[in-house]
């Protein structure tokens, strides 16, 4: 039974692959939960920011959060913002007064009407886009920050890694940018399968760091998911807010294509990113090949890239990334039958933004390849909390026991 568990582990991580489509202590702190004003749901991912200051976090998948930042001015505001939702402004006197609040955003009304721009191909488009966004990323720039990564097996969490992460950015130099990552700390949950009937297949987290920093910056997603040869594949329009001038660009496969992205791309109305989002929507799916390996099969279900962008004197920077991909496996294979959900997450936020007085990282602190956990000092939940970060829920902890003394502590 070992020998074939161990030769049906292996055949999984092949099948998963084949479907693959430093911060700063702080001082002072306020938490609380943020929902929406029309039901009281919790708001996943809504940035929380000083943003003058360049300090961020984000609430987790069940609107919680735990700010903190250096003592400021007490008439310095913090934002709340999330697409969908008009932005809501609270004092930091407030915030260190109330120590904990429920945040109540409302959601906004959109009026989008479709604008014609017949002279400007797709690729014409994208290209304007990813030149403005050059142009506007803020450089050199420094991002410190924190790194996660997540992998699901139908719904429990077995295995965890995070990271907290310094990232140097600077457009006049032809190097590509630097990421390195000051301390991190890996677990993974072990499986005993006792029947062949309930057998799970614990597949190791494979996510790349440095690509995910490359999708964050715009250009490396384009250049892996719509390259130049596949644009005639895809059709876009071109839609605009008419209370606030900014726009939409979304691209979908054209009719009889069997392509599966659908791109949303959001710009105020200054021609700056605000947002993209990358889905594999559910009509699409079946335009994603199916993976067979000695009869176990791999289908994803799930695809969602998404990247949300700051702005600080016009220019930008990328302050929230997470991208999602889950993958139904089943067959049998030597008796054994398989039945699950694979889902993979990886996410980062930006905490802190330094652009005065910054050099690139030595050869040595430069994150390349590898287990995340090979890297940097280790981090234990005393030395987590005093950063910002984004909390477990308790669907991250079910399988891993040092999740669970950060969601007991907080």
């Not at 429920?102 to 479709?114: N, P, Y």
């Not at 702005?311 to 699950?340: R, W």
Request: one cysteine or more; a positive charge.
């Amino acid at each position: 039974m070992r020998f074939k568990s161990q030769k049906l582990f292996f055949y999984f991580s092949m099948l998963f692959v084949l479907t693959s489509v430093c911060t700063y202590a702080q001082d002072a702190e306020f938490g609380g939960k943020v929902v929406s004003a029309t039901n009281k749901t919790a708001s996943p991912y809504v940035n929380i920011s000083i943003v003058a200051k360049g300090i961020n976090t984000v609430t987790n998948e069940d609107g919680l959060f735990n700010f903190k930042f250096q003592t400021a001015d007490p008439h310095d505001s913090i934002l709340f913002s999330s697409i969908g939702y008009l932005p809501k402004k609270i004092s930091v006197e407030e915030a260190l007064r109330e120590k904990s609040m429920v945040i109540t955003l409302t959601e906004s009304v959109e009026q989008l009407k479709e604008v014609v721009i017949r002279a400007l191909s797709l690729k014409q488009m994208l290209d304007s886009i990813a030149q403005h966004s050059r142009v506007v990323f803020i450089s050199p720039m420094k991002l410190n920050g924190y790194y996660r990564e997540f992998v699901f097996t139908n719904n429990k969490c077995n295995e965890h890694s995070d990271a907290l992460f310094g990232y140097y950015y600077d457009s006049n130099i032809k190097s590509d940018p630097q990421l390195s990552l000051t301390a991190s700390r890996c677990e993974k949950a072990v499986k005993k399968n006792n029947s062949q009937k309930d057998f799970e297949a614990y597949i190791d987290s494979r996510t790349n760091p440095n690509k995910m920093f490359s999708y964050a910056m715009f250009a490396g997603m384009i250049e892996q998911y719509f390259p130049d040869k596949e644009l005639d594949n895809y059709n876009y329009n071109l839609e605009e807010d008419p209370a606030n001038h900014n726009l939409r660009v979304t691209l979908y496969p054209k009719m009889g294509v069997d392509k599966p992205y659908k791109l949303e791309i959001w710009l105020n109305n200054d021609f700056m990113m605000s947002s993209y989002k990358l889905t594999v929507p559910a009509e699409l799916l079946k335009n994603v090949k199916e993976k067979n390996v000695l009869g176990i099969h791999g289908r994803v279900t799930n695809f969602i890239i998404e990247v949300k962008y700051n702005a600080i004197d016009n220019k930008i920077y990328p302050e929230f990334f997470s991208i999602k991909k889950s993958v139904s496996i089943t067959g049998k294979f030597l008796g054994i039958v398989i039945n699950q959900i694979t889902e993979q997450r990886s996410e980062f936020i930006v905490t802190q933004i330094i652009t005065n007085d910054i050099k690139p990282f030595q050869k040595n602190e430069i994150y390349k390849k590898g287990n995340i956990c090979d890297n940097g000092v280790a981090i234990n939940t005393a030395y987590l909390k005093s950063y910002n970060f984004i909390l477990p829920t308790k669907k991250d902890s079910l399988a891993i026991s040092g999740i669970s003394k950060d969601i007991a502590t907080n």
